[in-house]
Every structure is written in C-alpha cells, then in structure tokens.
C-alpha cells in the first residue's frame, strides 16, 4: 500500500477493533460514538492516482501549473518523488527536468496532469522518509535549521505538552507560571502561522528575528481592524 498510510495503521486497527466488538455486542448505534472531523473534499484529489502511478511505475509527467498569484499557468515536466498531505492539501514533490531542482507542487493548482515520454530521472537527492523531518508543512526553501523557543501560558502549555507542535520539541521549563519550549526546524509560513494562532497566549524568546516577525505580523493586524470603518 502507499507507504503515506502507514502512520494511519494503528487508529485504523483500533477502529475495526471497536466497530466489530460494537456488531458483536449488537450496539442499536455501531457507528454514532465514532465521529471524525468534517474536512471539504480537497480539490486537485482527481490527480493522485496518475501521480502515484507515475511514482510507482518510474515515469515522468507533464504537468500545467497555475500559481494562485498568477494570471497564465506555466508548463514543467517533473520527476515525481513523493506525495504530501498537510492541513488536507495535497503536494507532489519531485525534480524539475527543466533544472534539475526539487520542487513542490500544490495538487489544488495543477490544471493538467499527463504522462511525460521524457525518460525518468530516478531520485537521488532527497530521502523520502526525512525529507520533511525539520519543518512544519511542506515550505522548506530557507533550509536553515534554527533553534527557537517558546513560552506558553500555564493553560495553552497542558495543550502543547499533550499534542507536540515538533517532534524535535523540548521542555526547558514547566510550572505554574509558564511552559517553555525548545524547537530545532526550519523556520517558515507554517511554523508563524501556528504561533500567531495561539495569541497571547505565547511569546517567542528565541530567535529575535521571528519574535520581529511575529511582532511586525500583529501591528499589522492591528492597523488592519483599526482602518475598519
């Protein structure tokens, strides 16, 4: 099976488990104490089974792309890689055959998606498994690994110790006054996005400019509601 499946295998397995104990038992409702969140069907979805066939037959695809910031879609052919889902957005990674570069595409703004008579370049540059490892997301282009840290509210701290933000995250300090965390990932769009979720609720201390960022993002909003008339 696809190998993105696998970090699925063991809620799935405990599902079945408790479905089939449920019919066994004769529940009157087998499946309303299970509920998974509601997500829109994701557009560009009709363009994962050619894409993973391509991967796993070693072929090249022709692809038409068209940036949300552009007015004309360009042409590329590529090398597929490897497939992402992140927050029910769909990427494909893989070489550039125009430069040889790893690129990642958004499956949501692919307008056109065909077998390539290009022949395959195998992938030799990236690991599959890790490439991912050391950012949030799938934008990895400043590919400096940082060390940042973070300091919680006592309350949004029991949320972040019980669900990591990183696998790399550590805890510097926990009391009832705060939670401080250490993180080593490539800081980007994501990693910001998530910050500036939680609000008040959490201060940046290293590094100083992400904390600017951060900072520069608010003042921002700020002036953005205070321009609401």
Not at 7 to 29: L, Y
Not at 40 to 45: R, S, Y
Not at 90 to 106: C, F, L, N, P, V
Request: charged letters at 20%; proline letters at 3%.
């Amino acid at each position: 099976y696809i190998p993105m499946m696998k970090g699925f295998t063991s809620i799935i397995n405990k599902i079945i488990k408790n479905v089939n104990r449920a019919k066994q038992e004769n529940h009157a409702t087998t499946f309303s104490f299970i509920q998974f969140e509601k997500t829109p069907m994701a557009i560009g979805l009709e363009h994962i089974d050619i894409i993973t066939d391509a991967i796993i037959n070693s072929s090249a695809l022709n692809i038409i792309y068209q940036k949300f910031q552009c007015n004309k879609s360009s042409t590329v052919i590529i090398h597929p890689y490897l497939i992402k889902e992140y927050r029910n957005r769909w990427y494909i990674i893989g070489m550039k055959d125009q430069s040889h570069e790893i690129r990642t595409y958004a499956l949501d703004r692919i307008v056109l998606v065909e077998p390539s008579d290009v022949n395959y370049i195998k992938n030799t540059s990236i690991n599959t498994e890790t490439y991912f490892n050391n950012c949030i997301g799938i934008n990895q282009m400043a590919n400096k690994i940082e060390k940042i840290i973070l300091k919680f509210t006592p309350v949004e701290g029991n949320y972040i110790k019980t669900q990591n933000l990183h696998h790399s995250q550590k805890i510097i300090k926990d009391n009832d006054k705060e939670l401080t965390i250490k993180l080593e990932l490539i800081i980007n769009f994501e990693l910001m996005s998530i910050i500036l979720g939680y609000g008040s609720s959490v201060k940046v201390i290293q590094p100083q400019h992400l904390a600017d960022k951060v900072i520069e993002i608010s003042k921002n909003t700020i002036e953005r509601y205070n321009s609401i008339k």
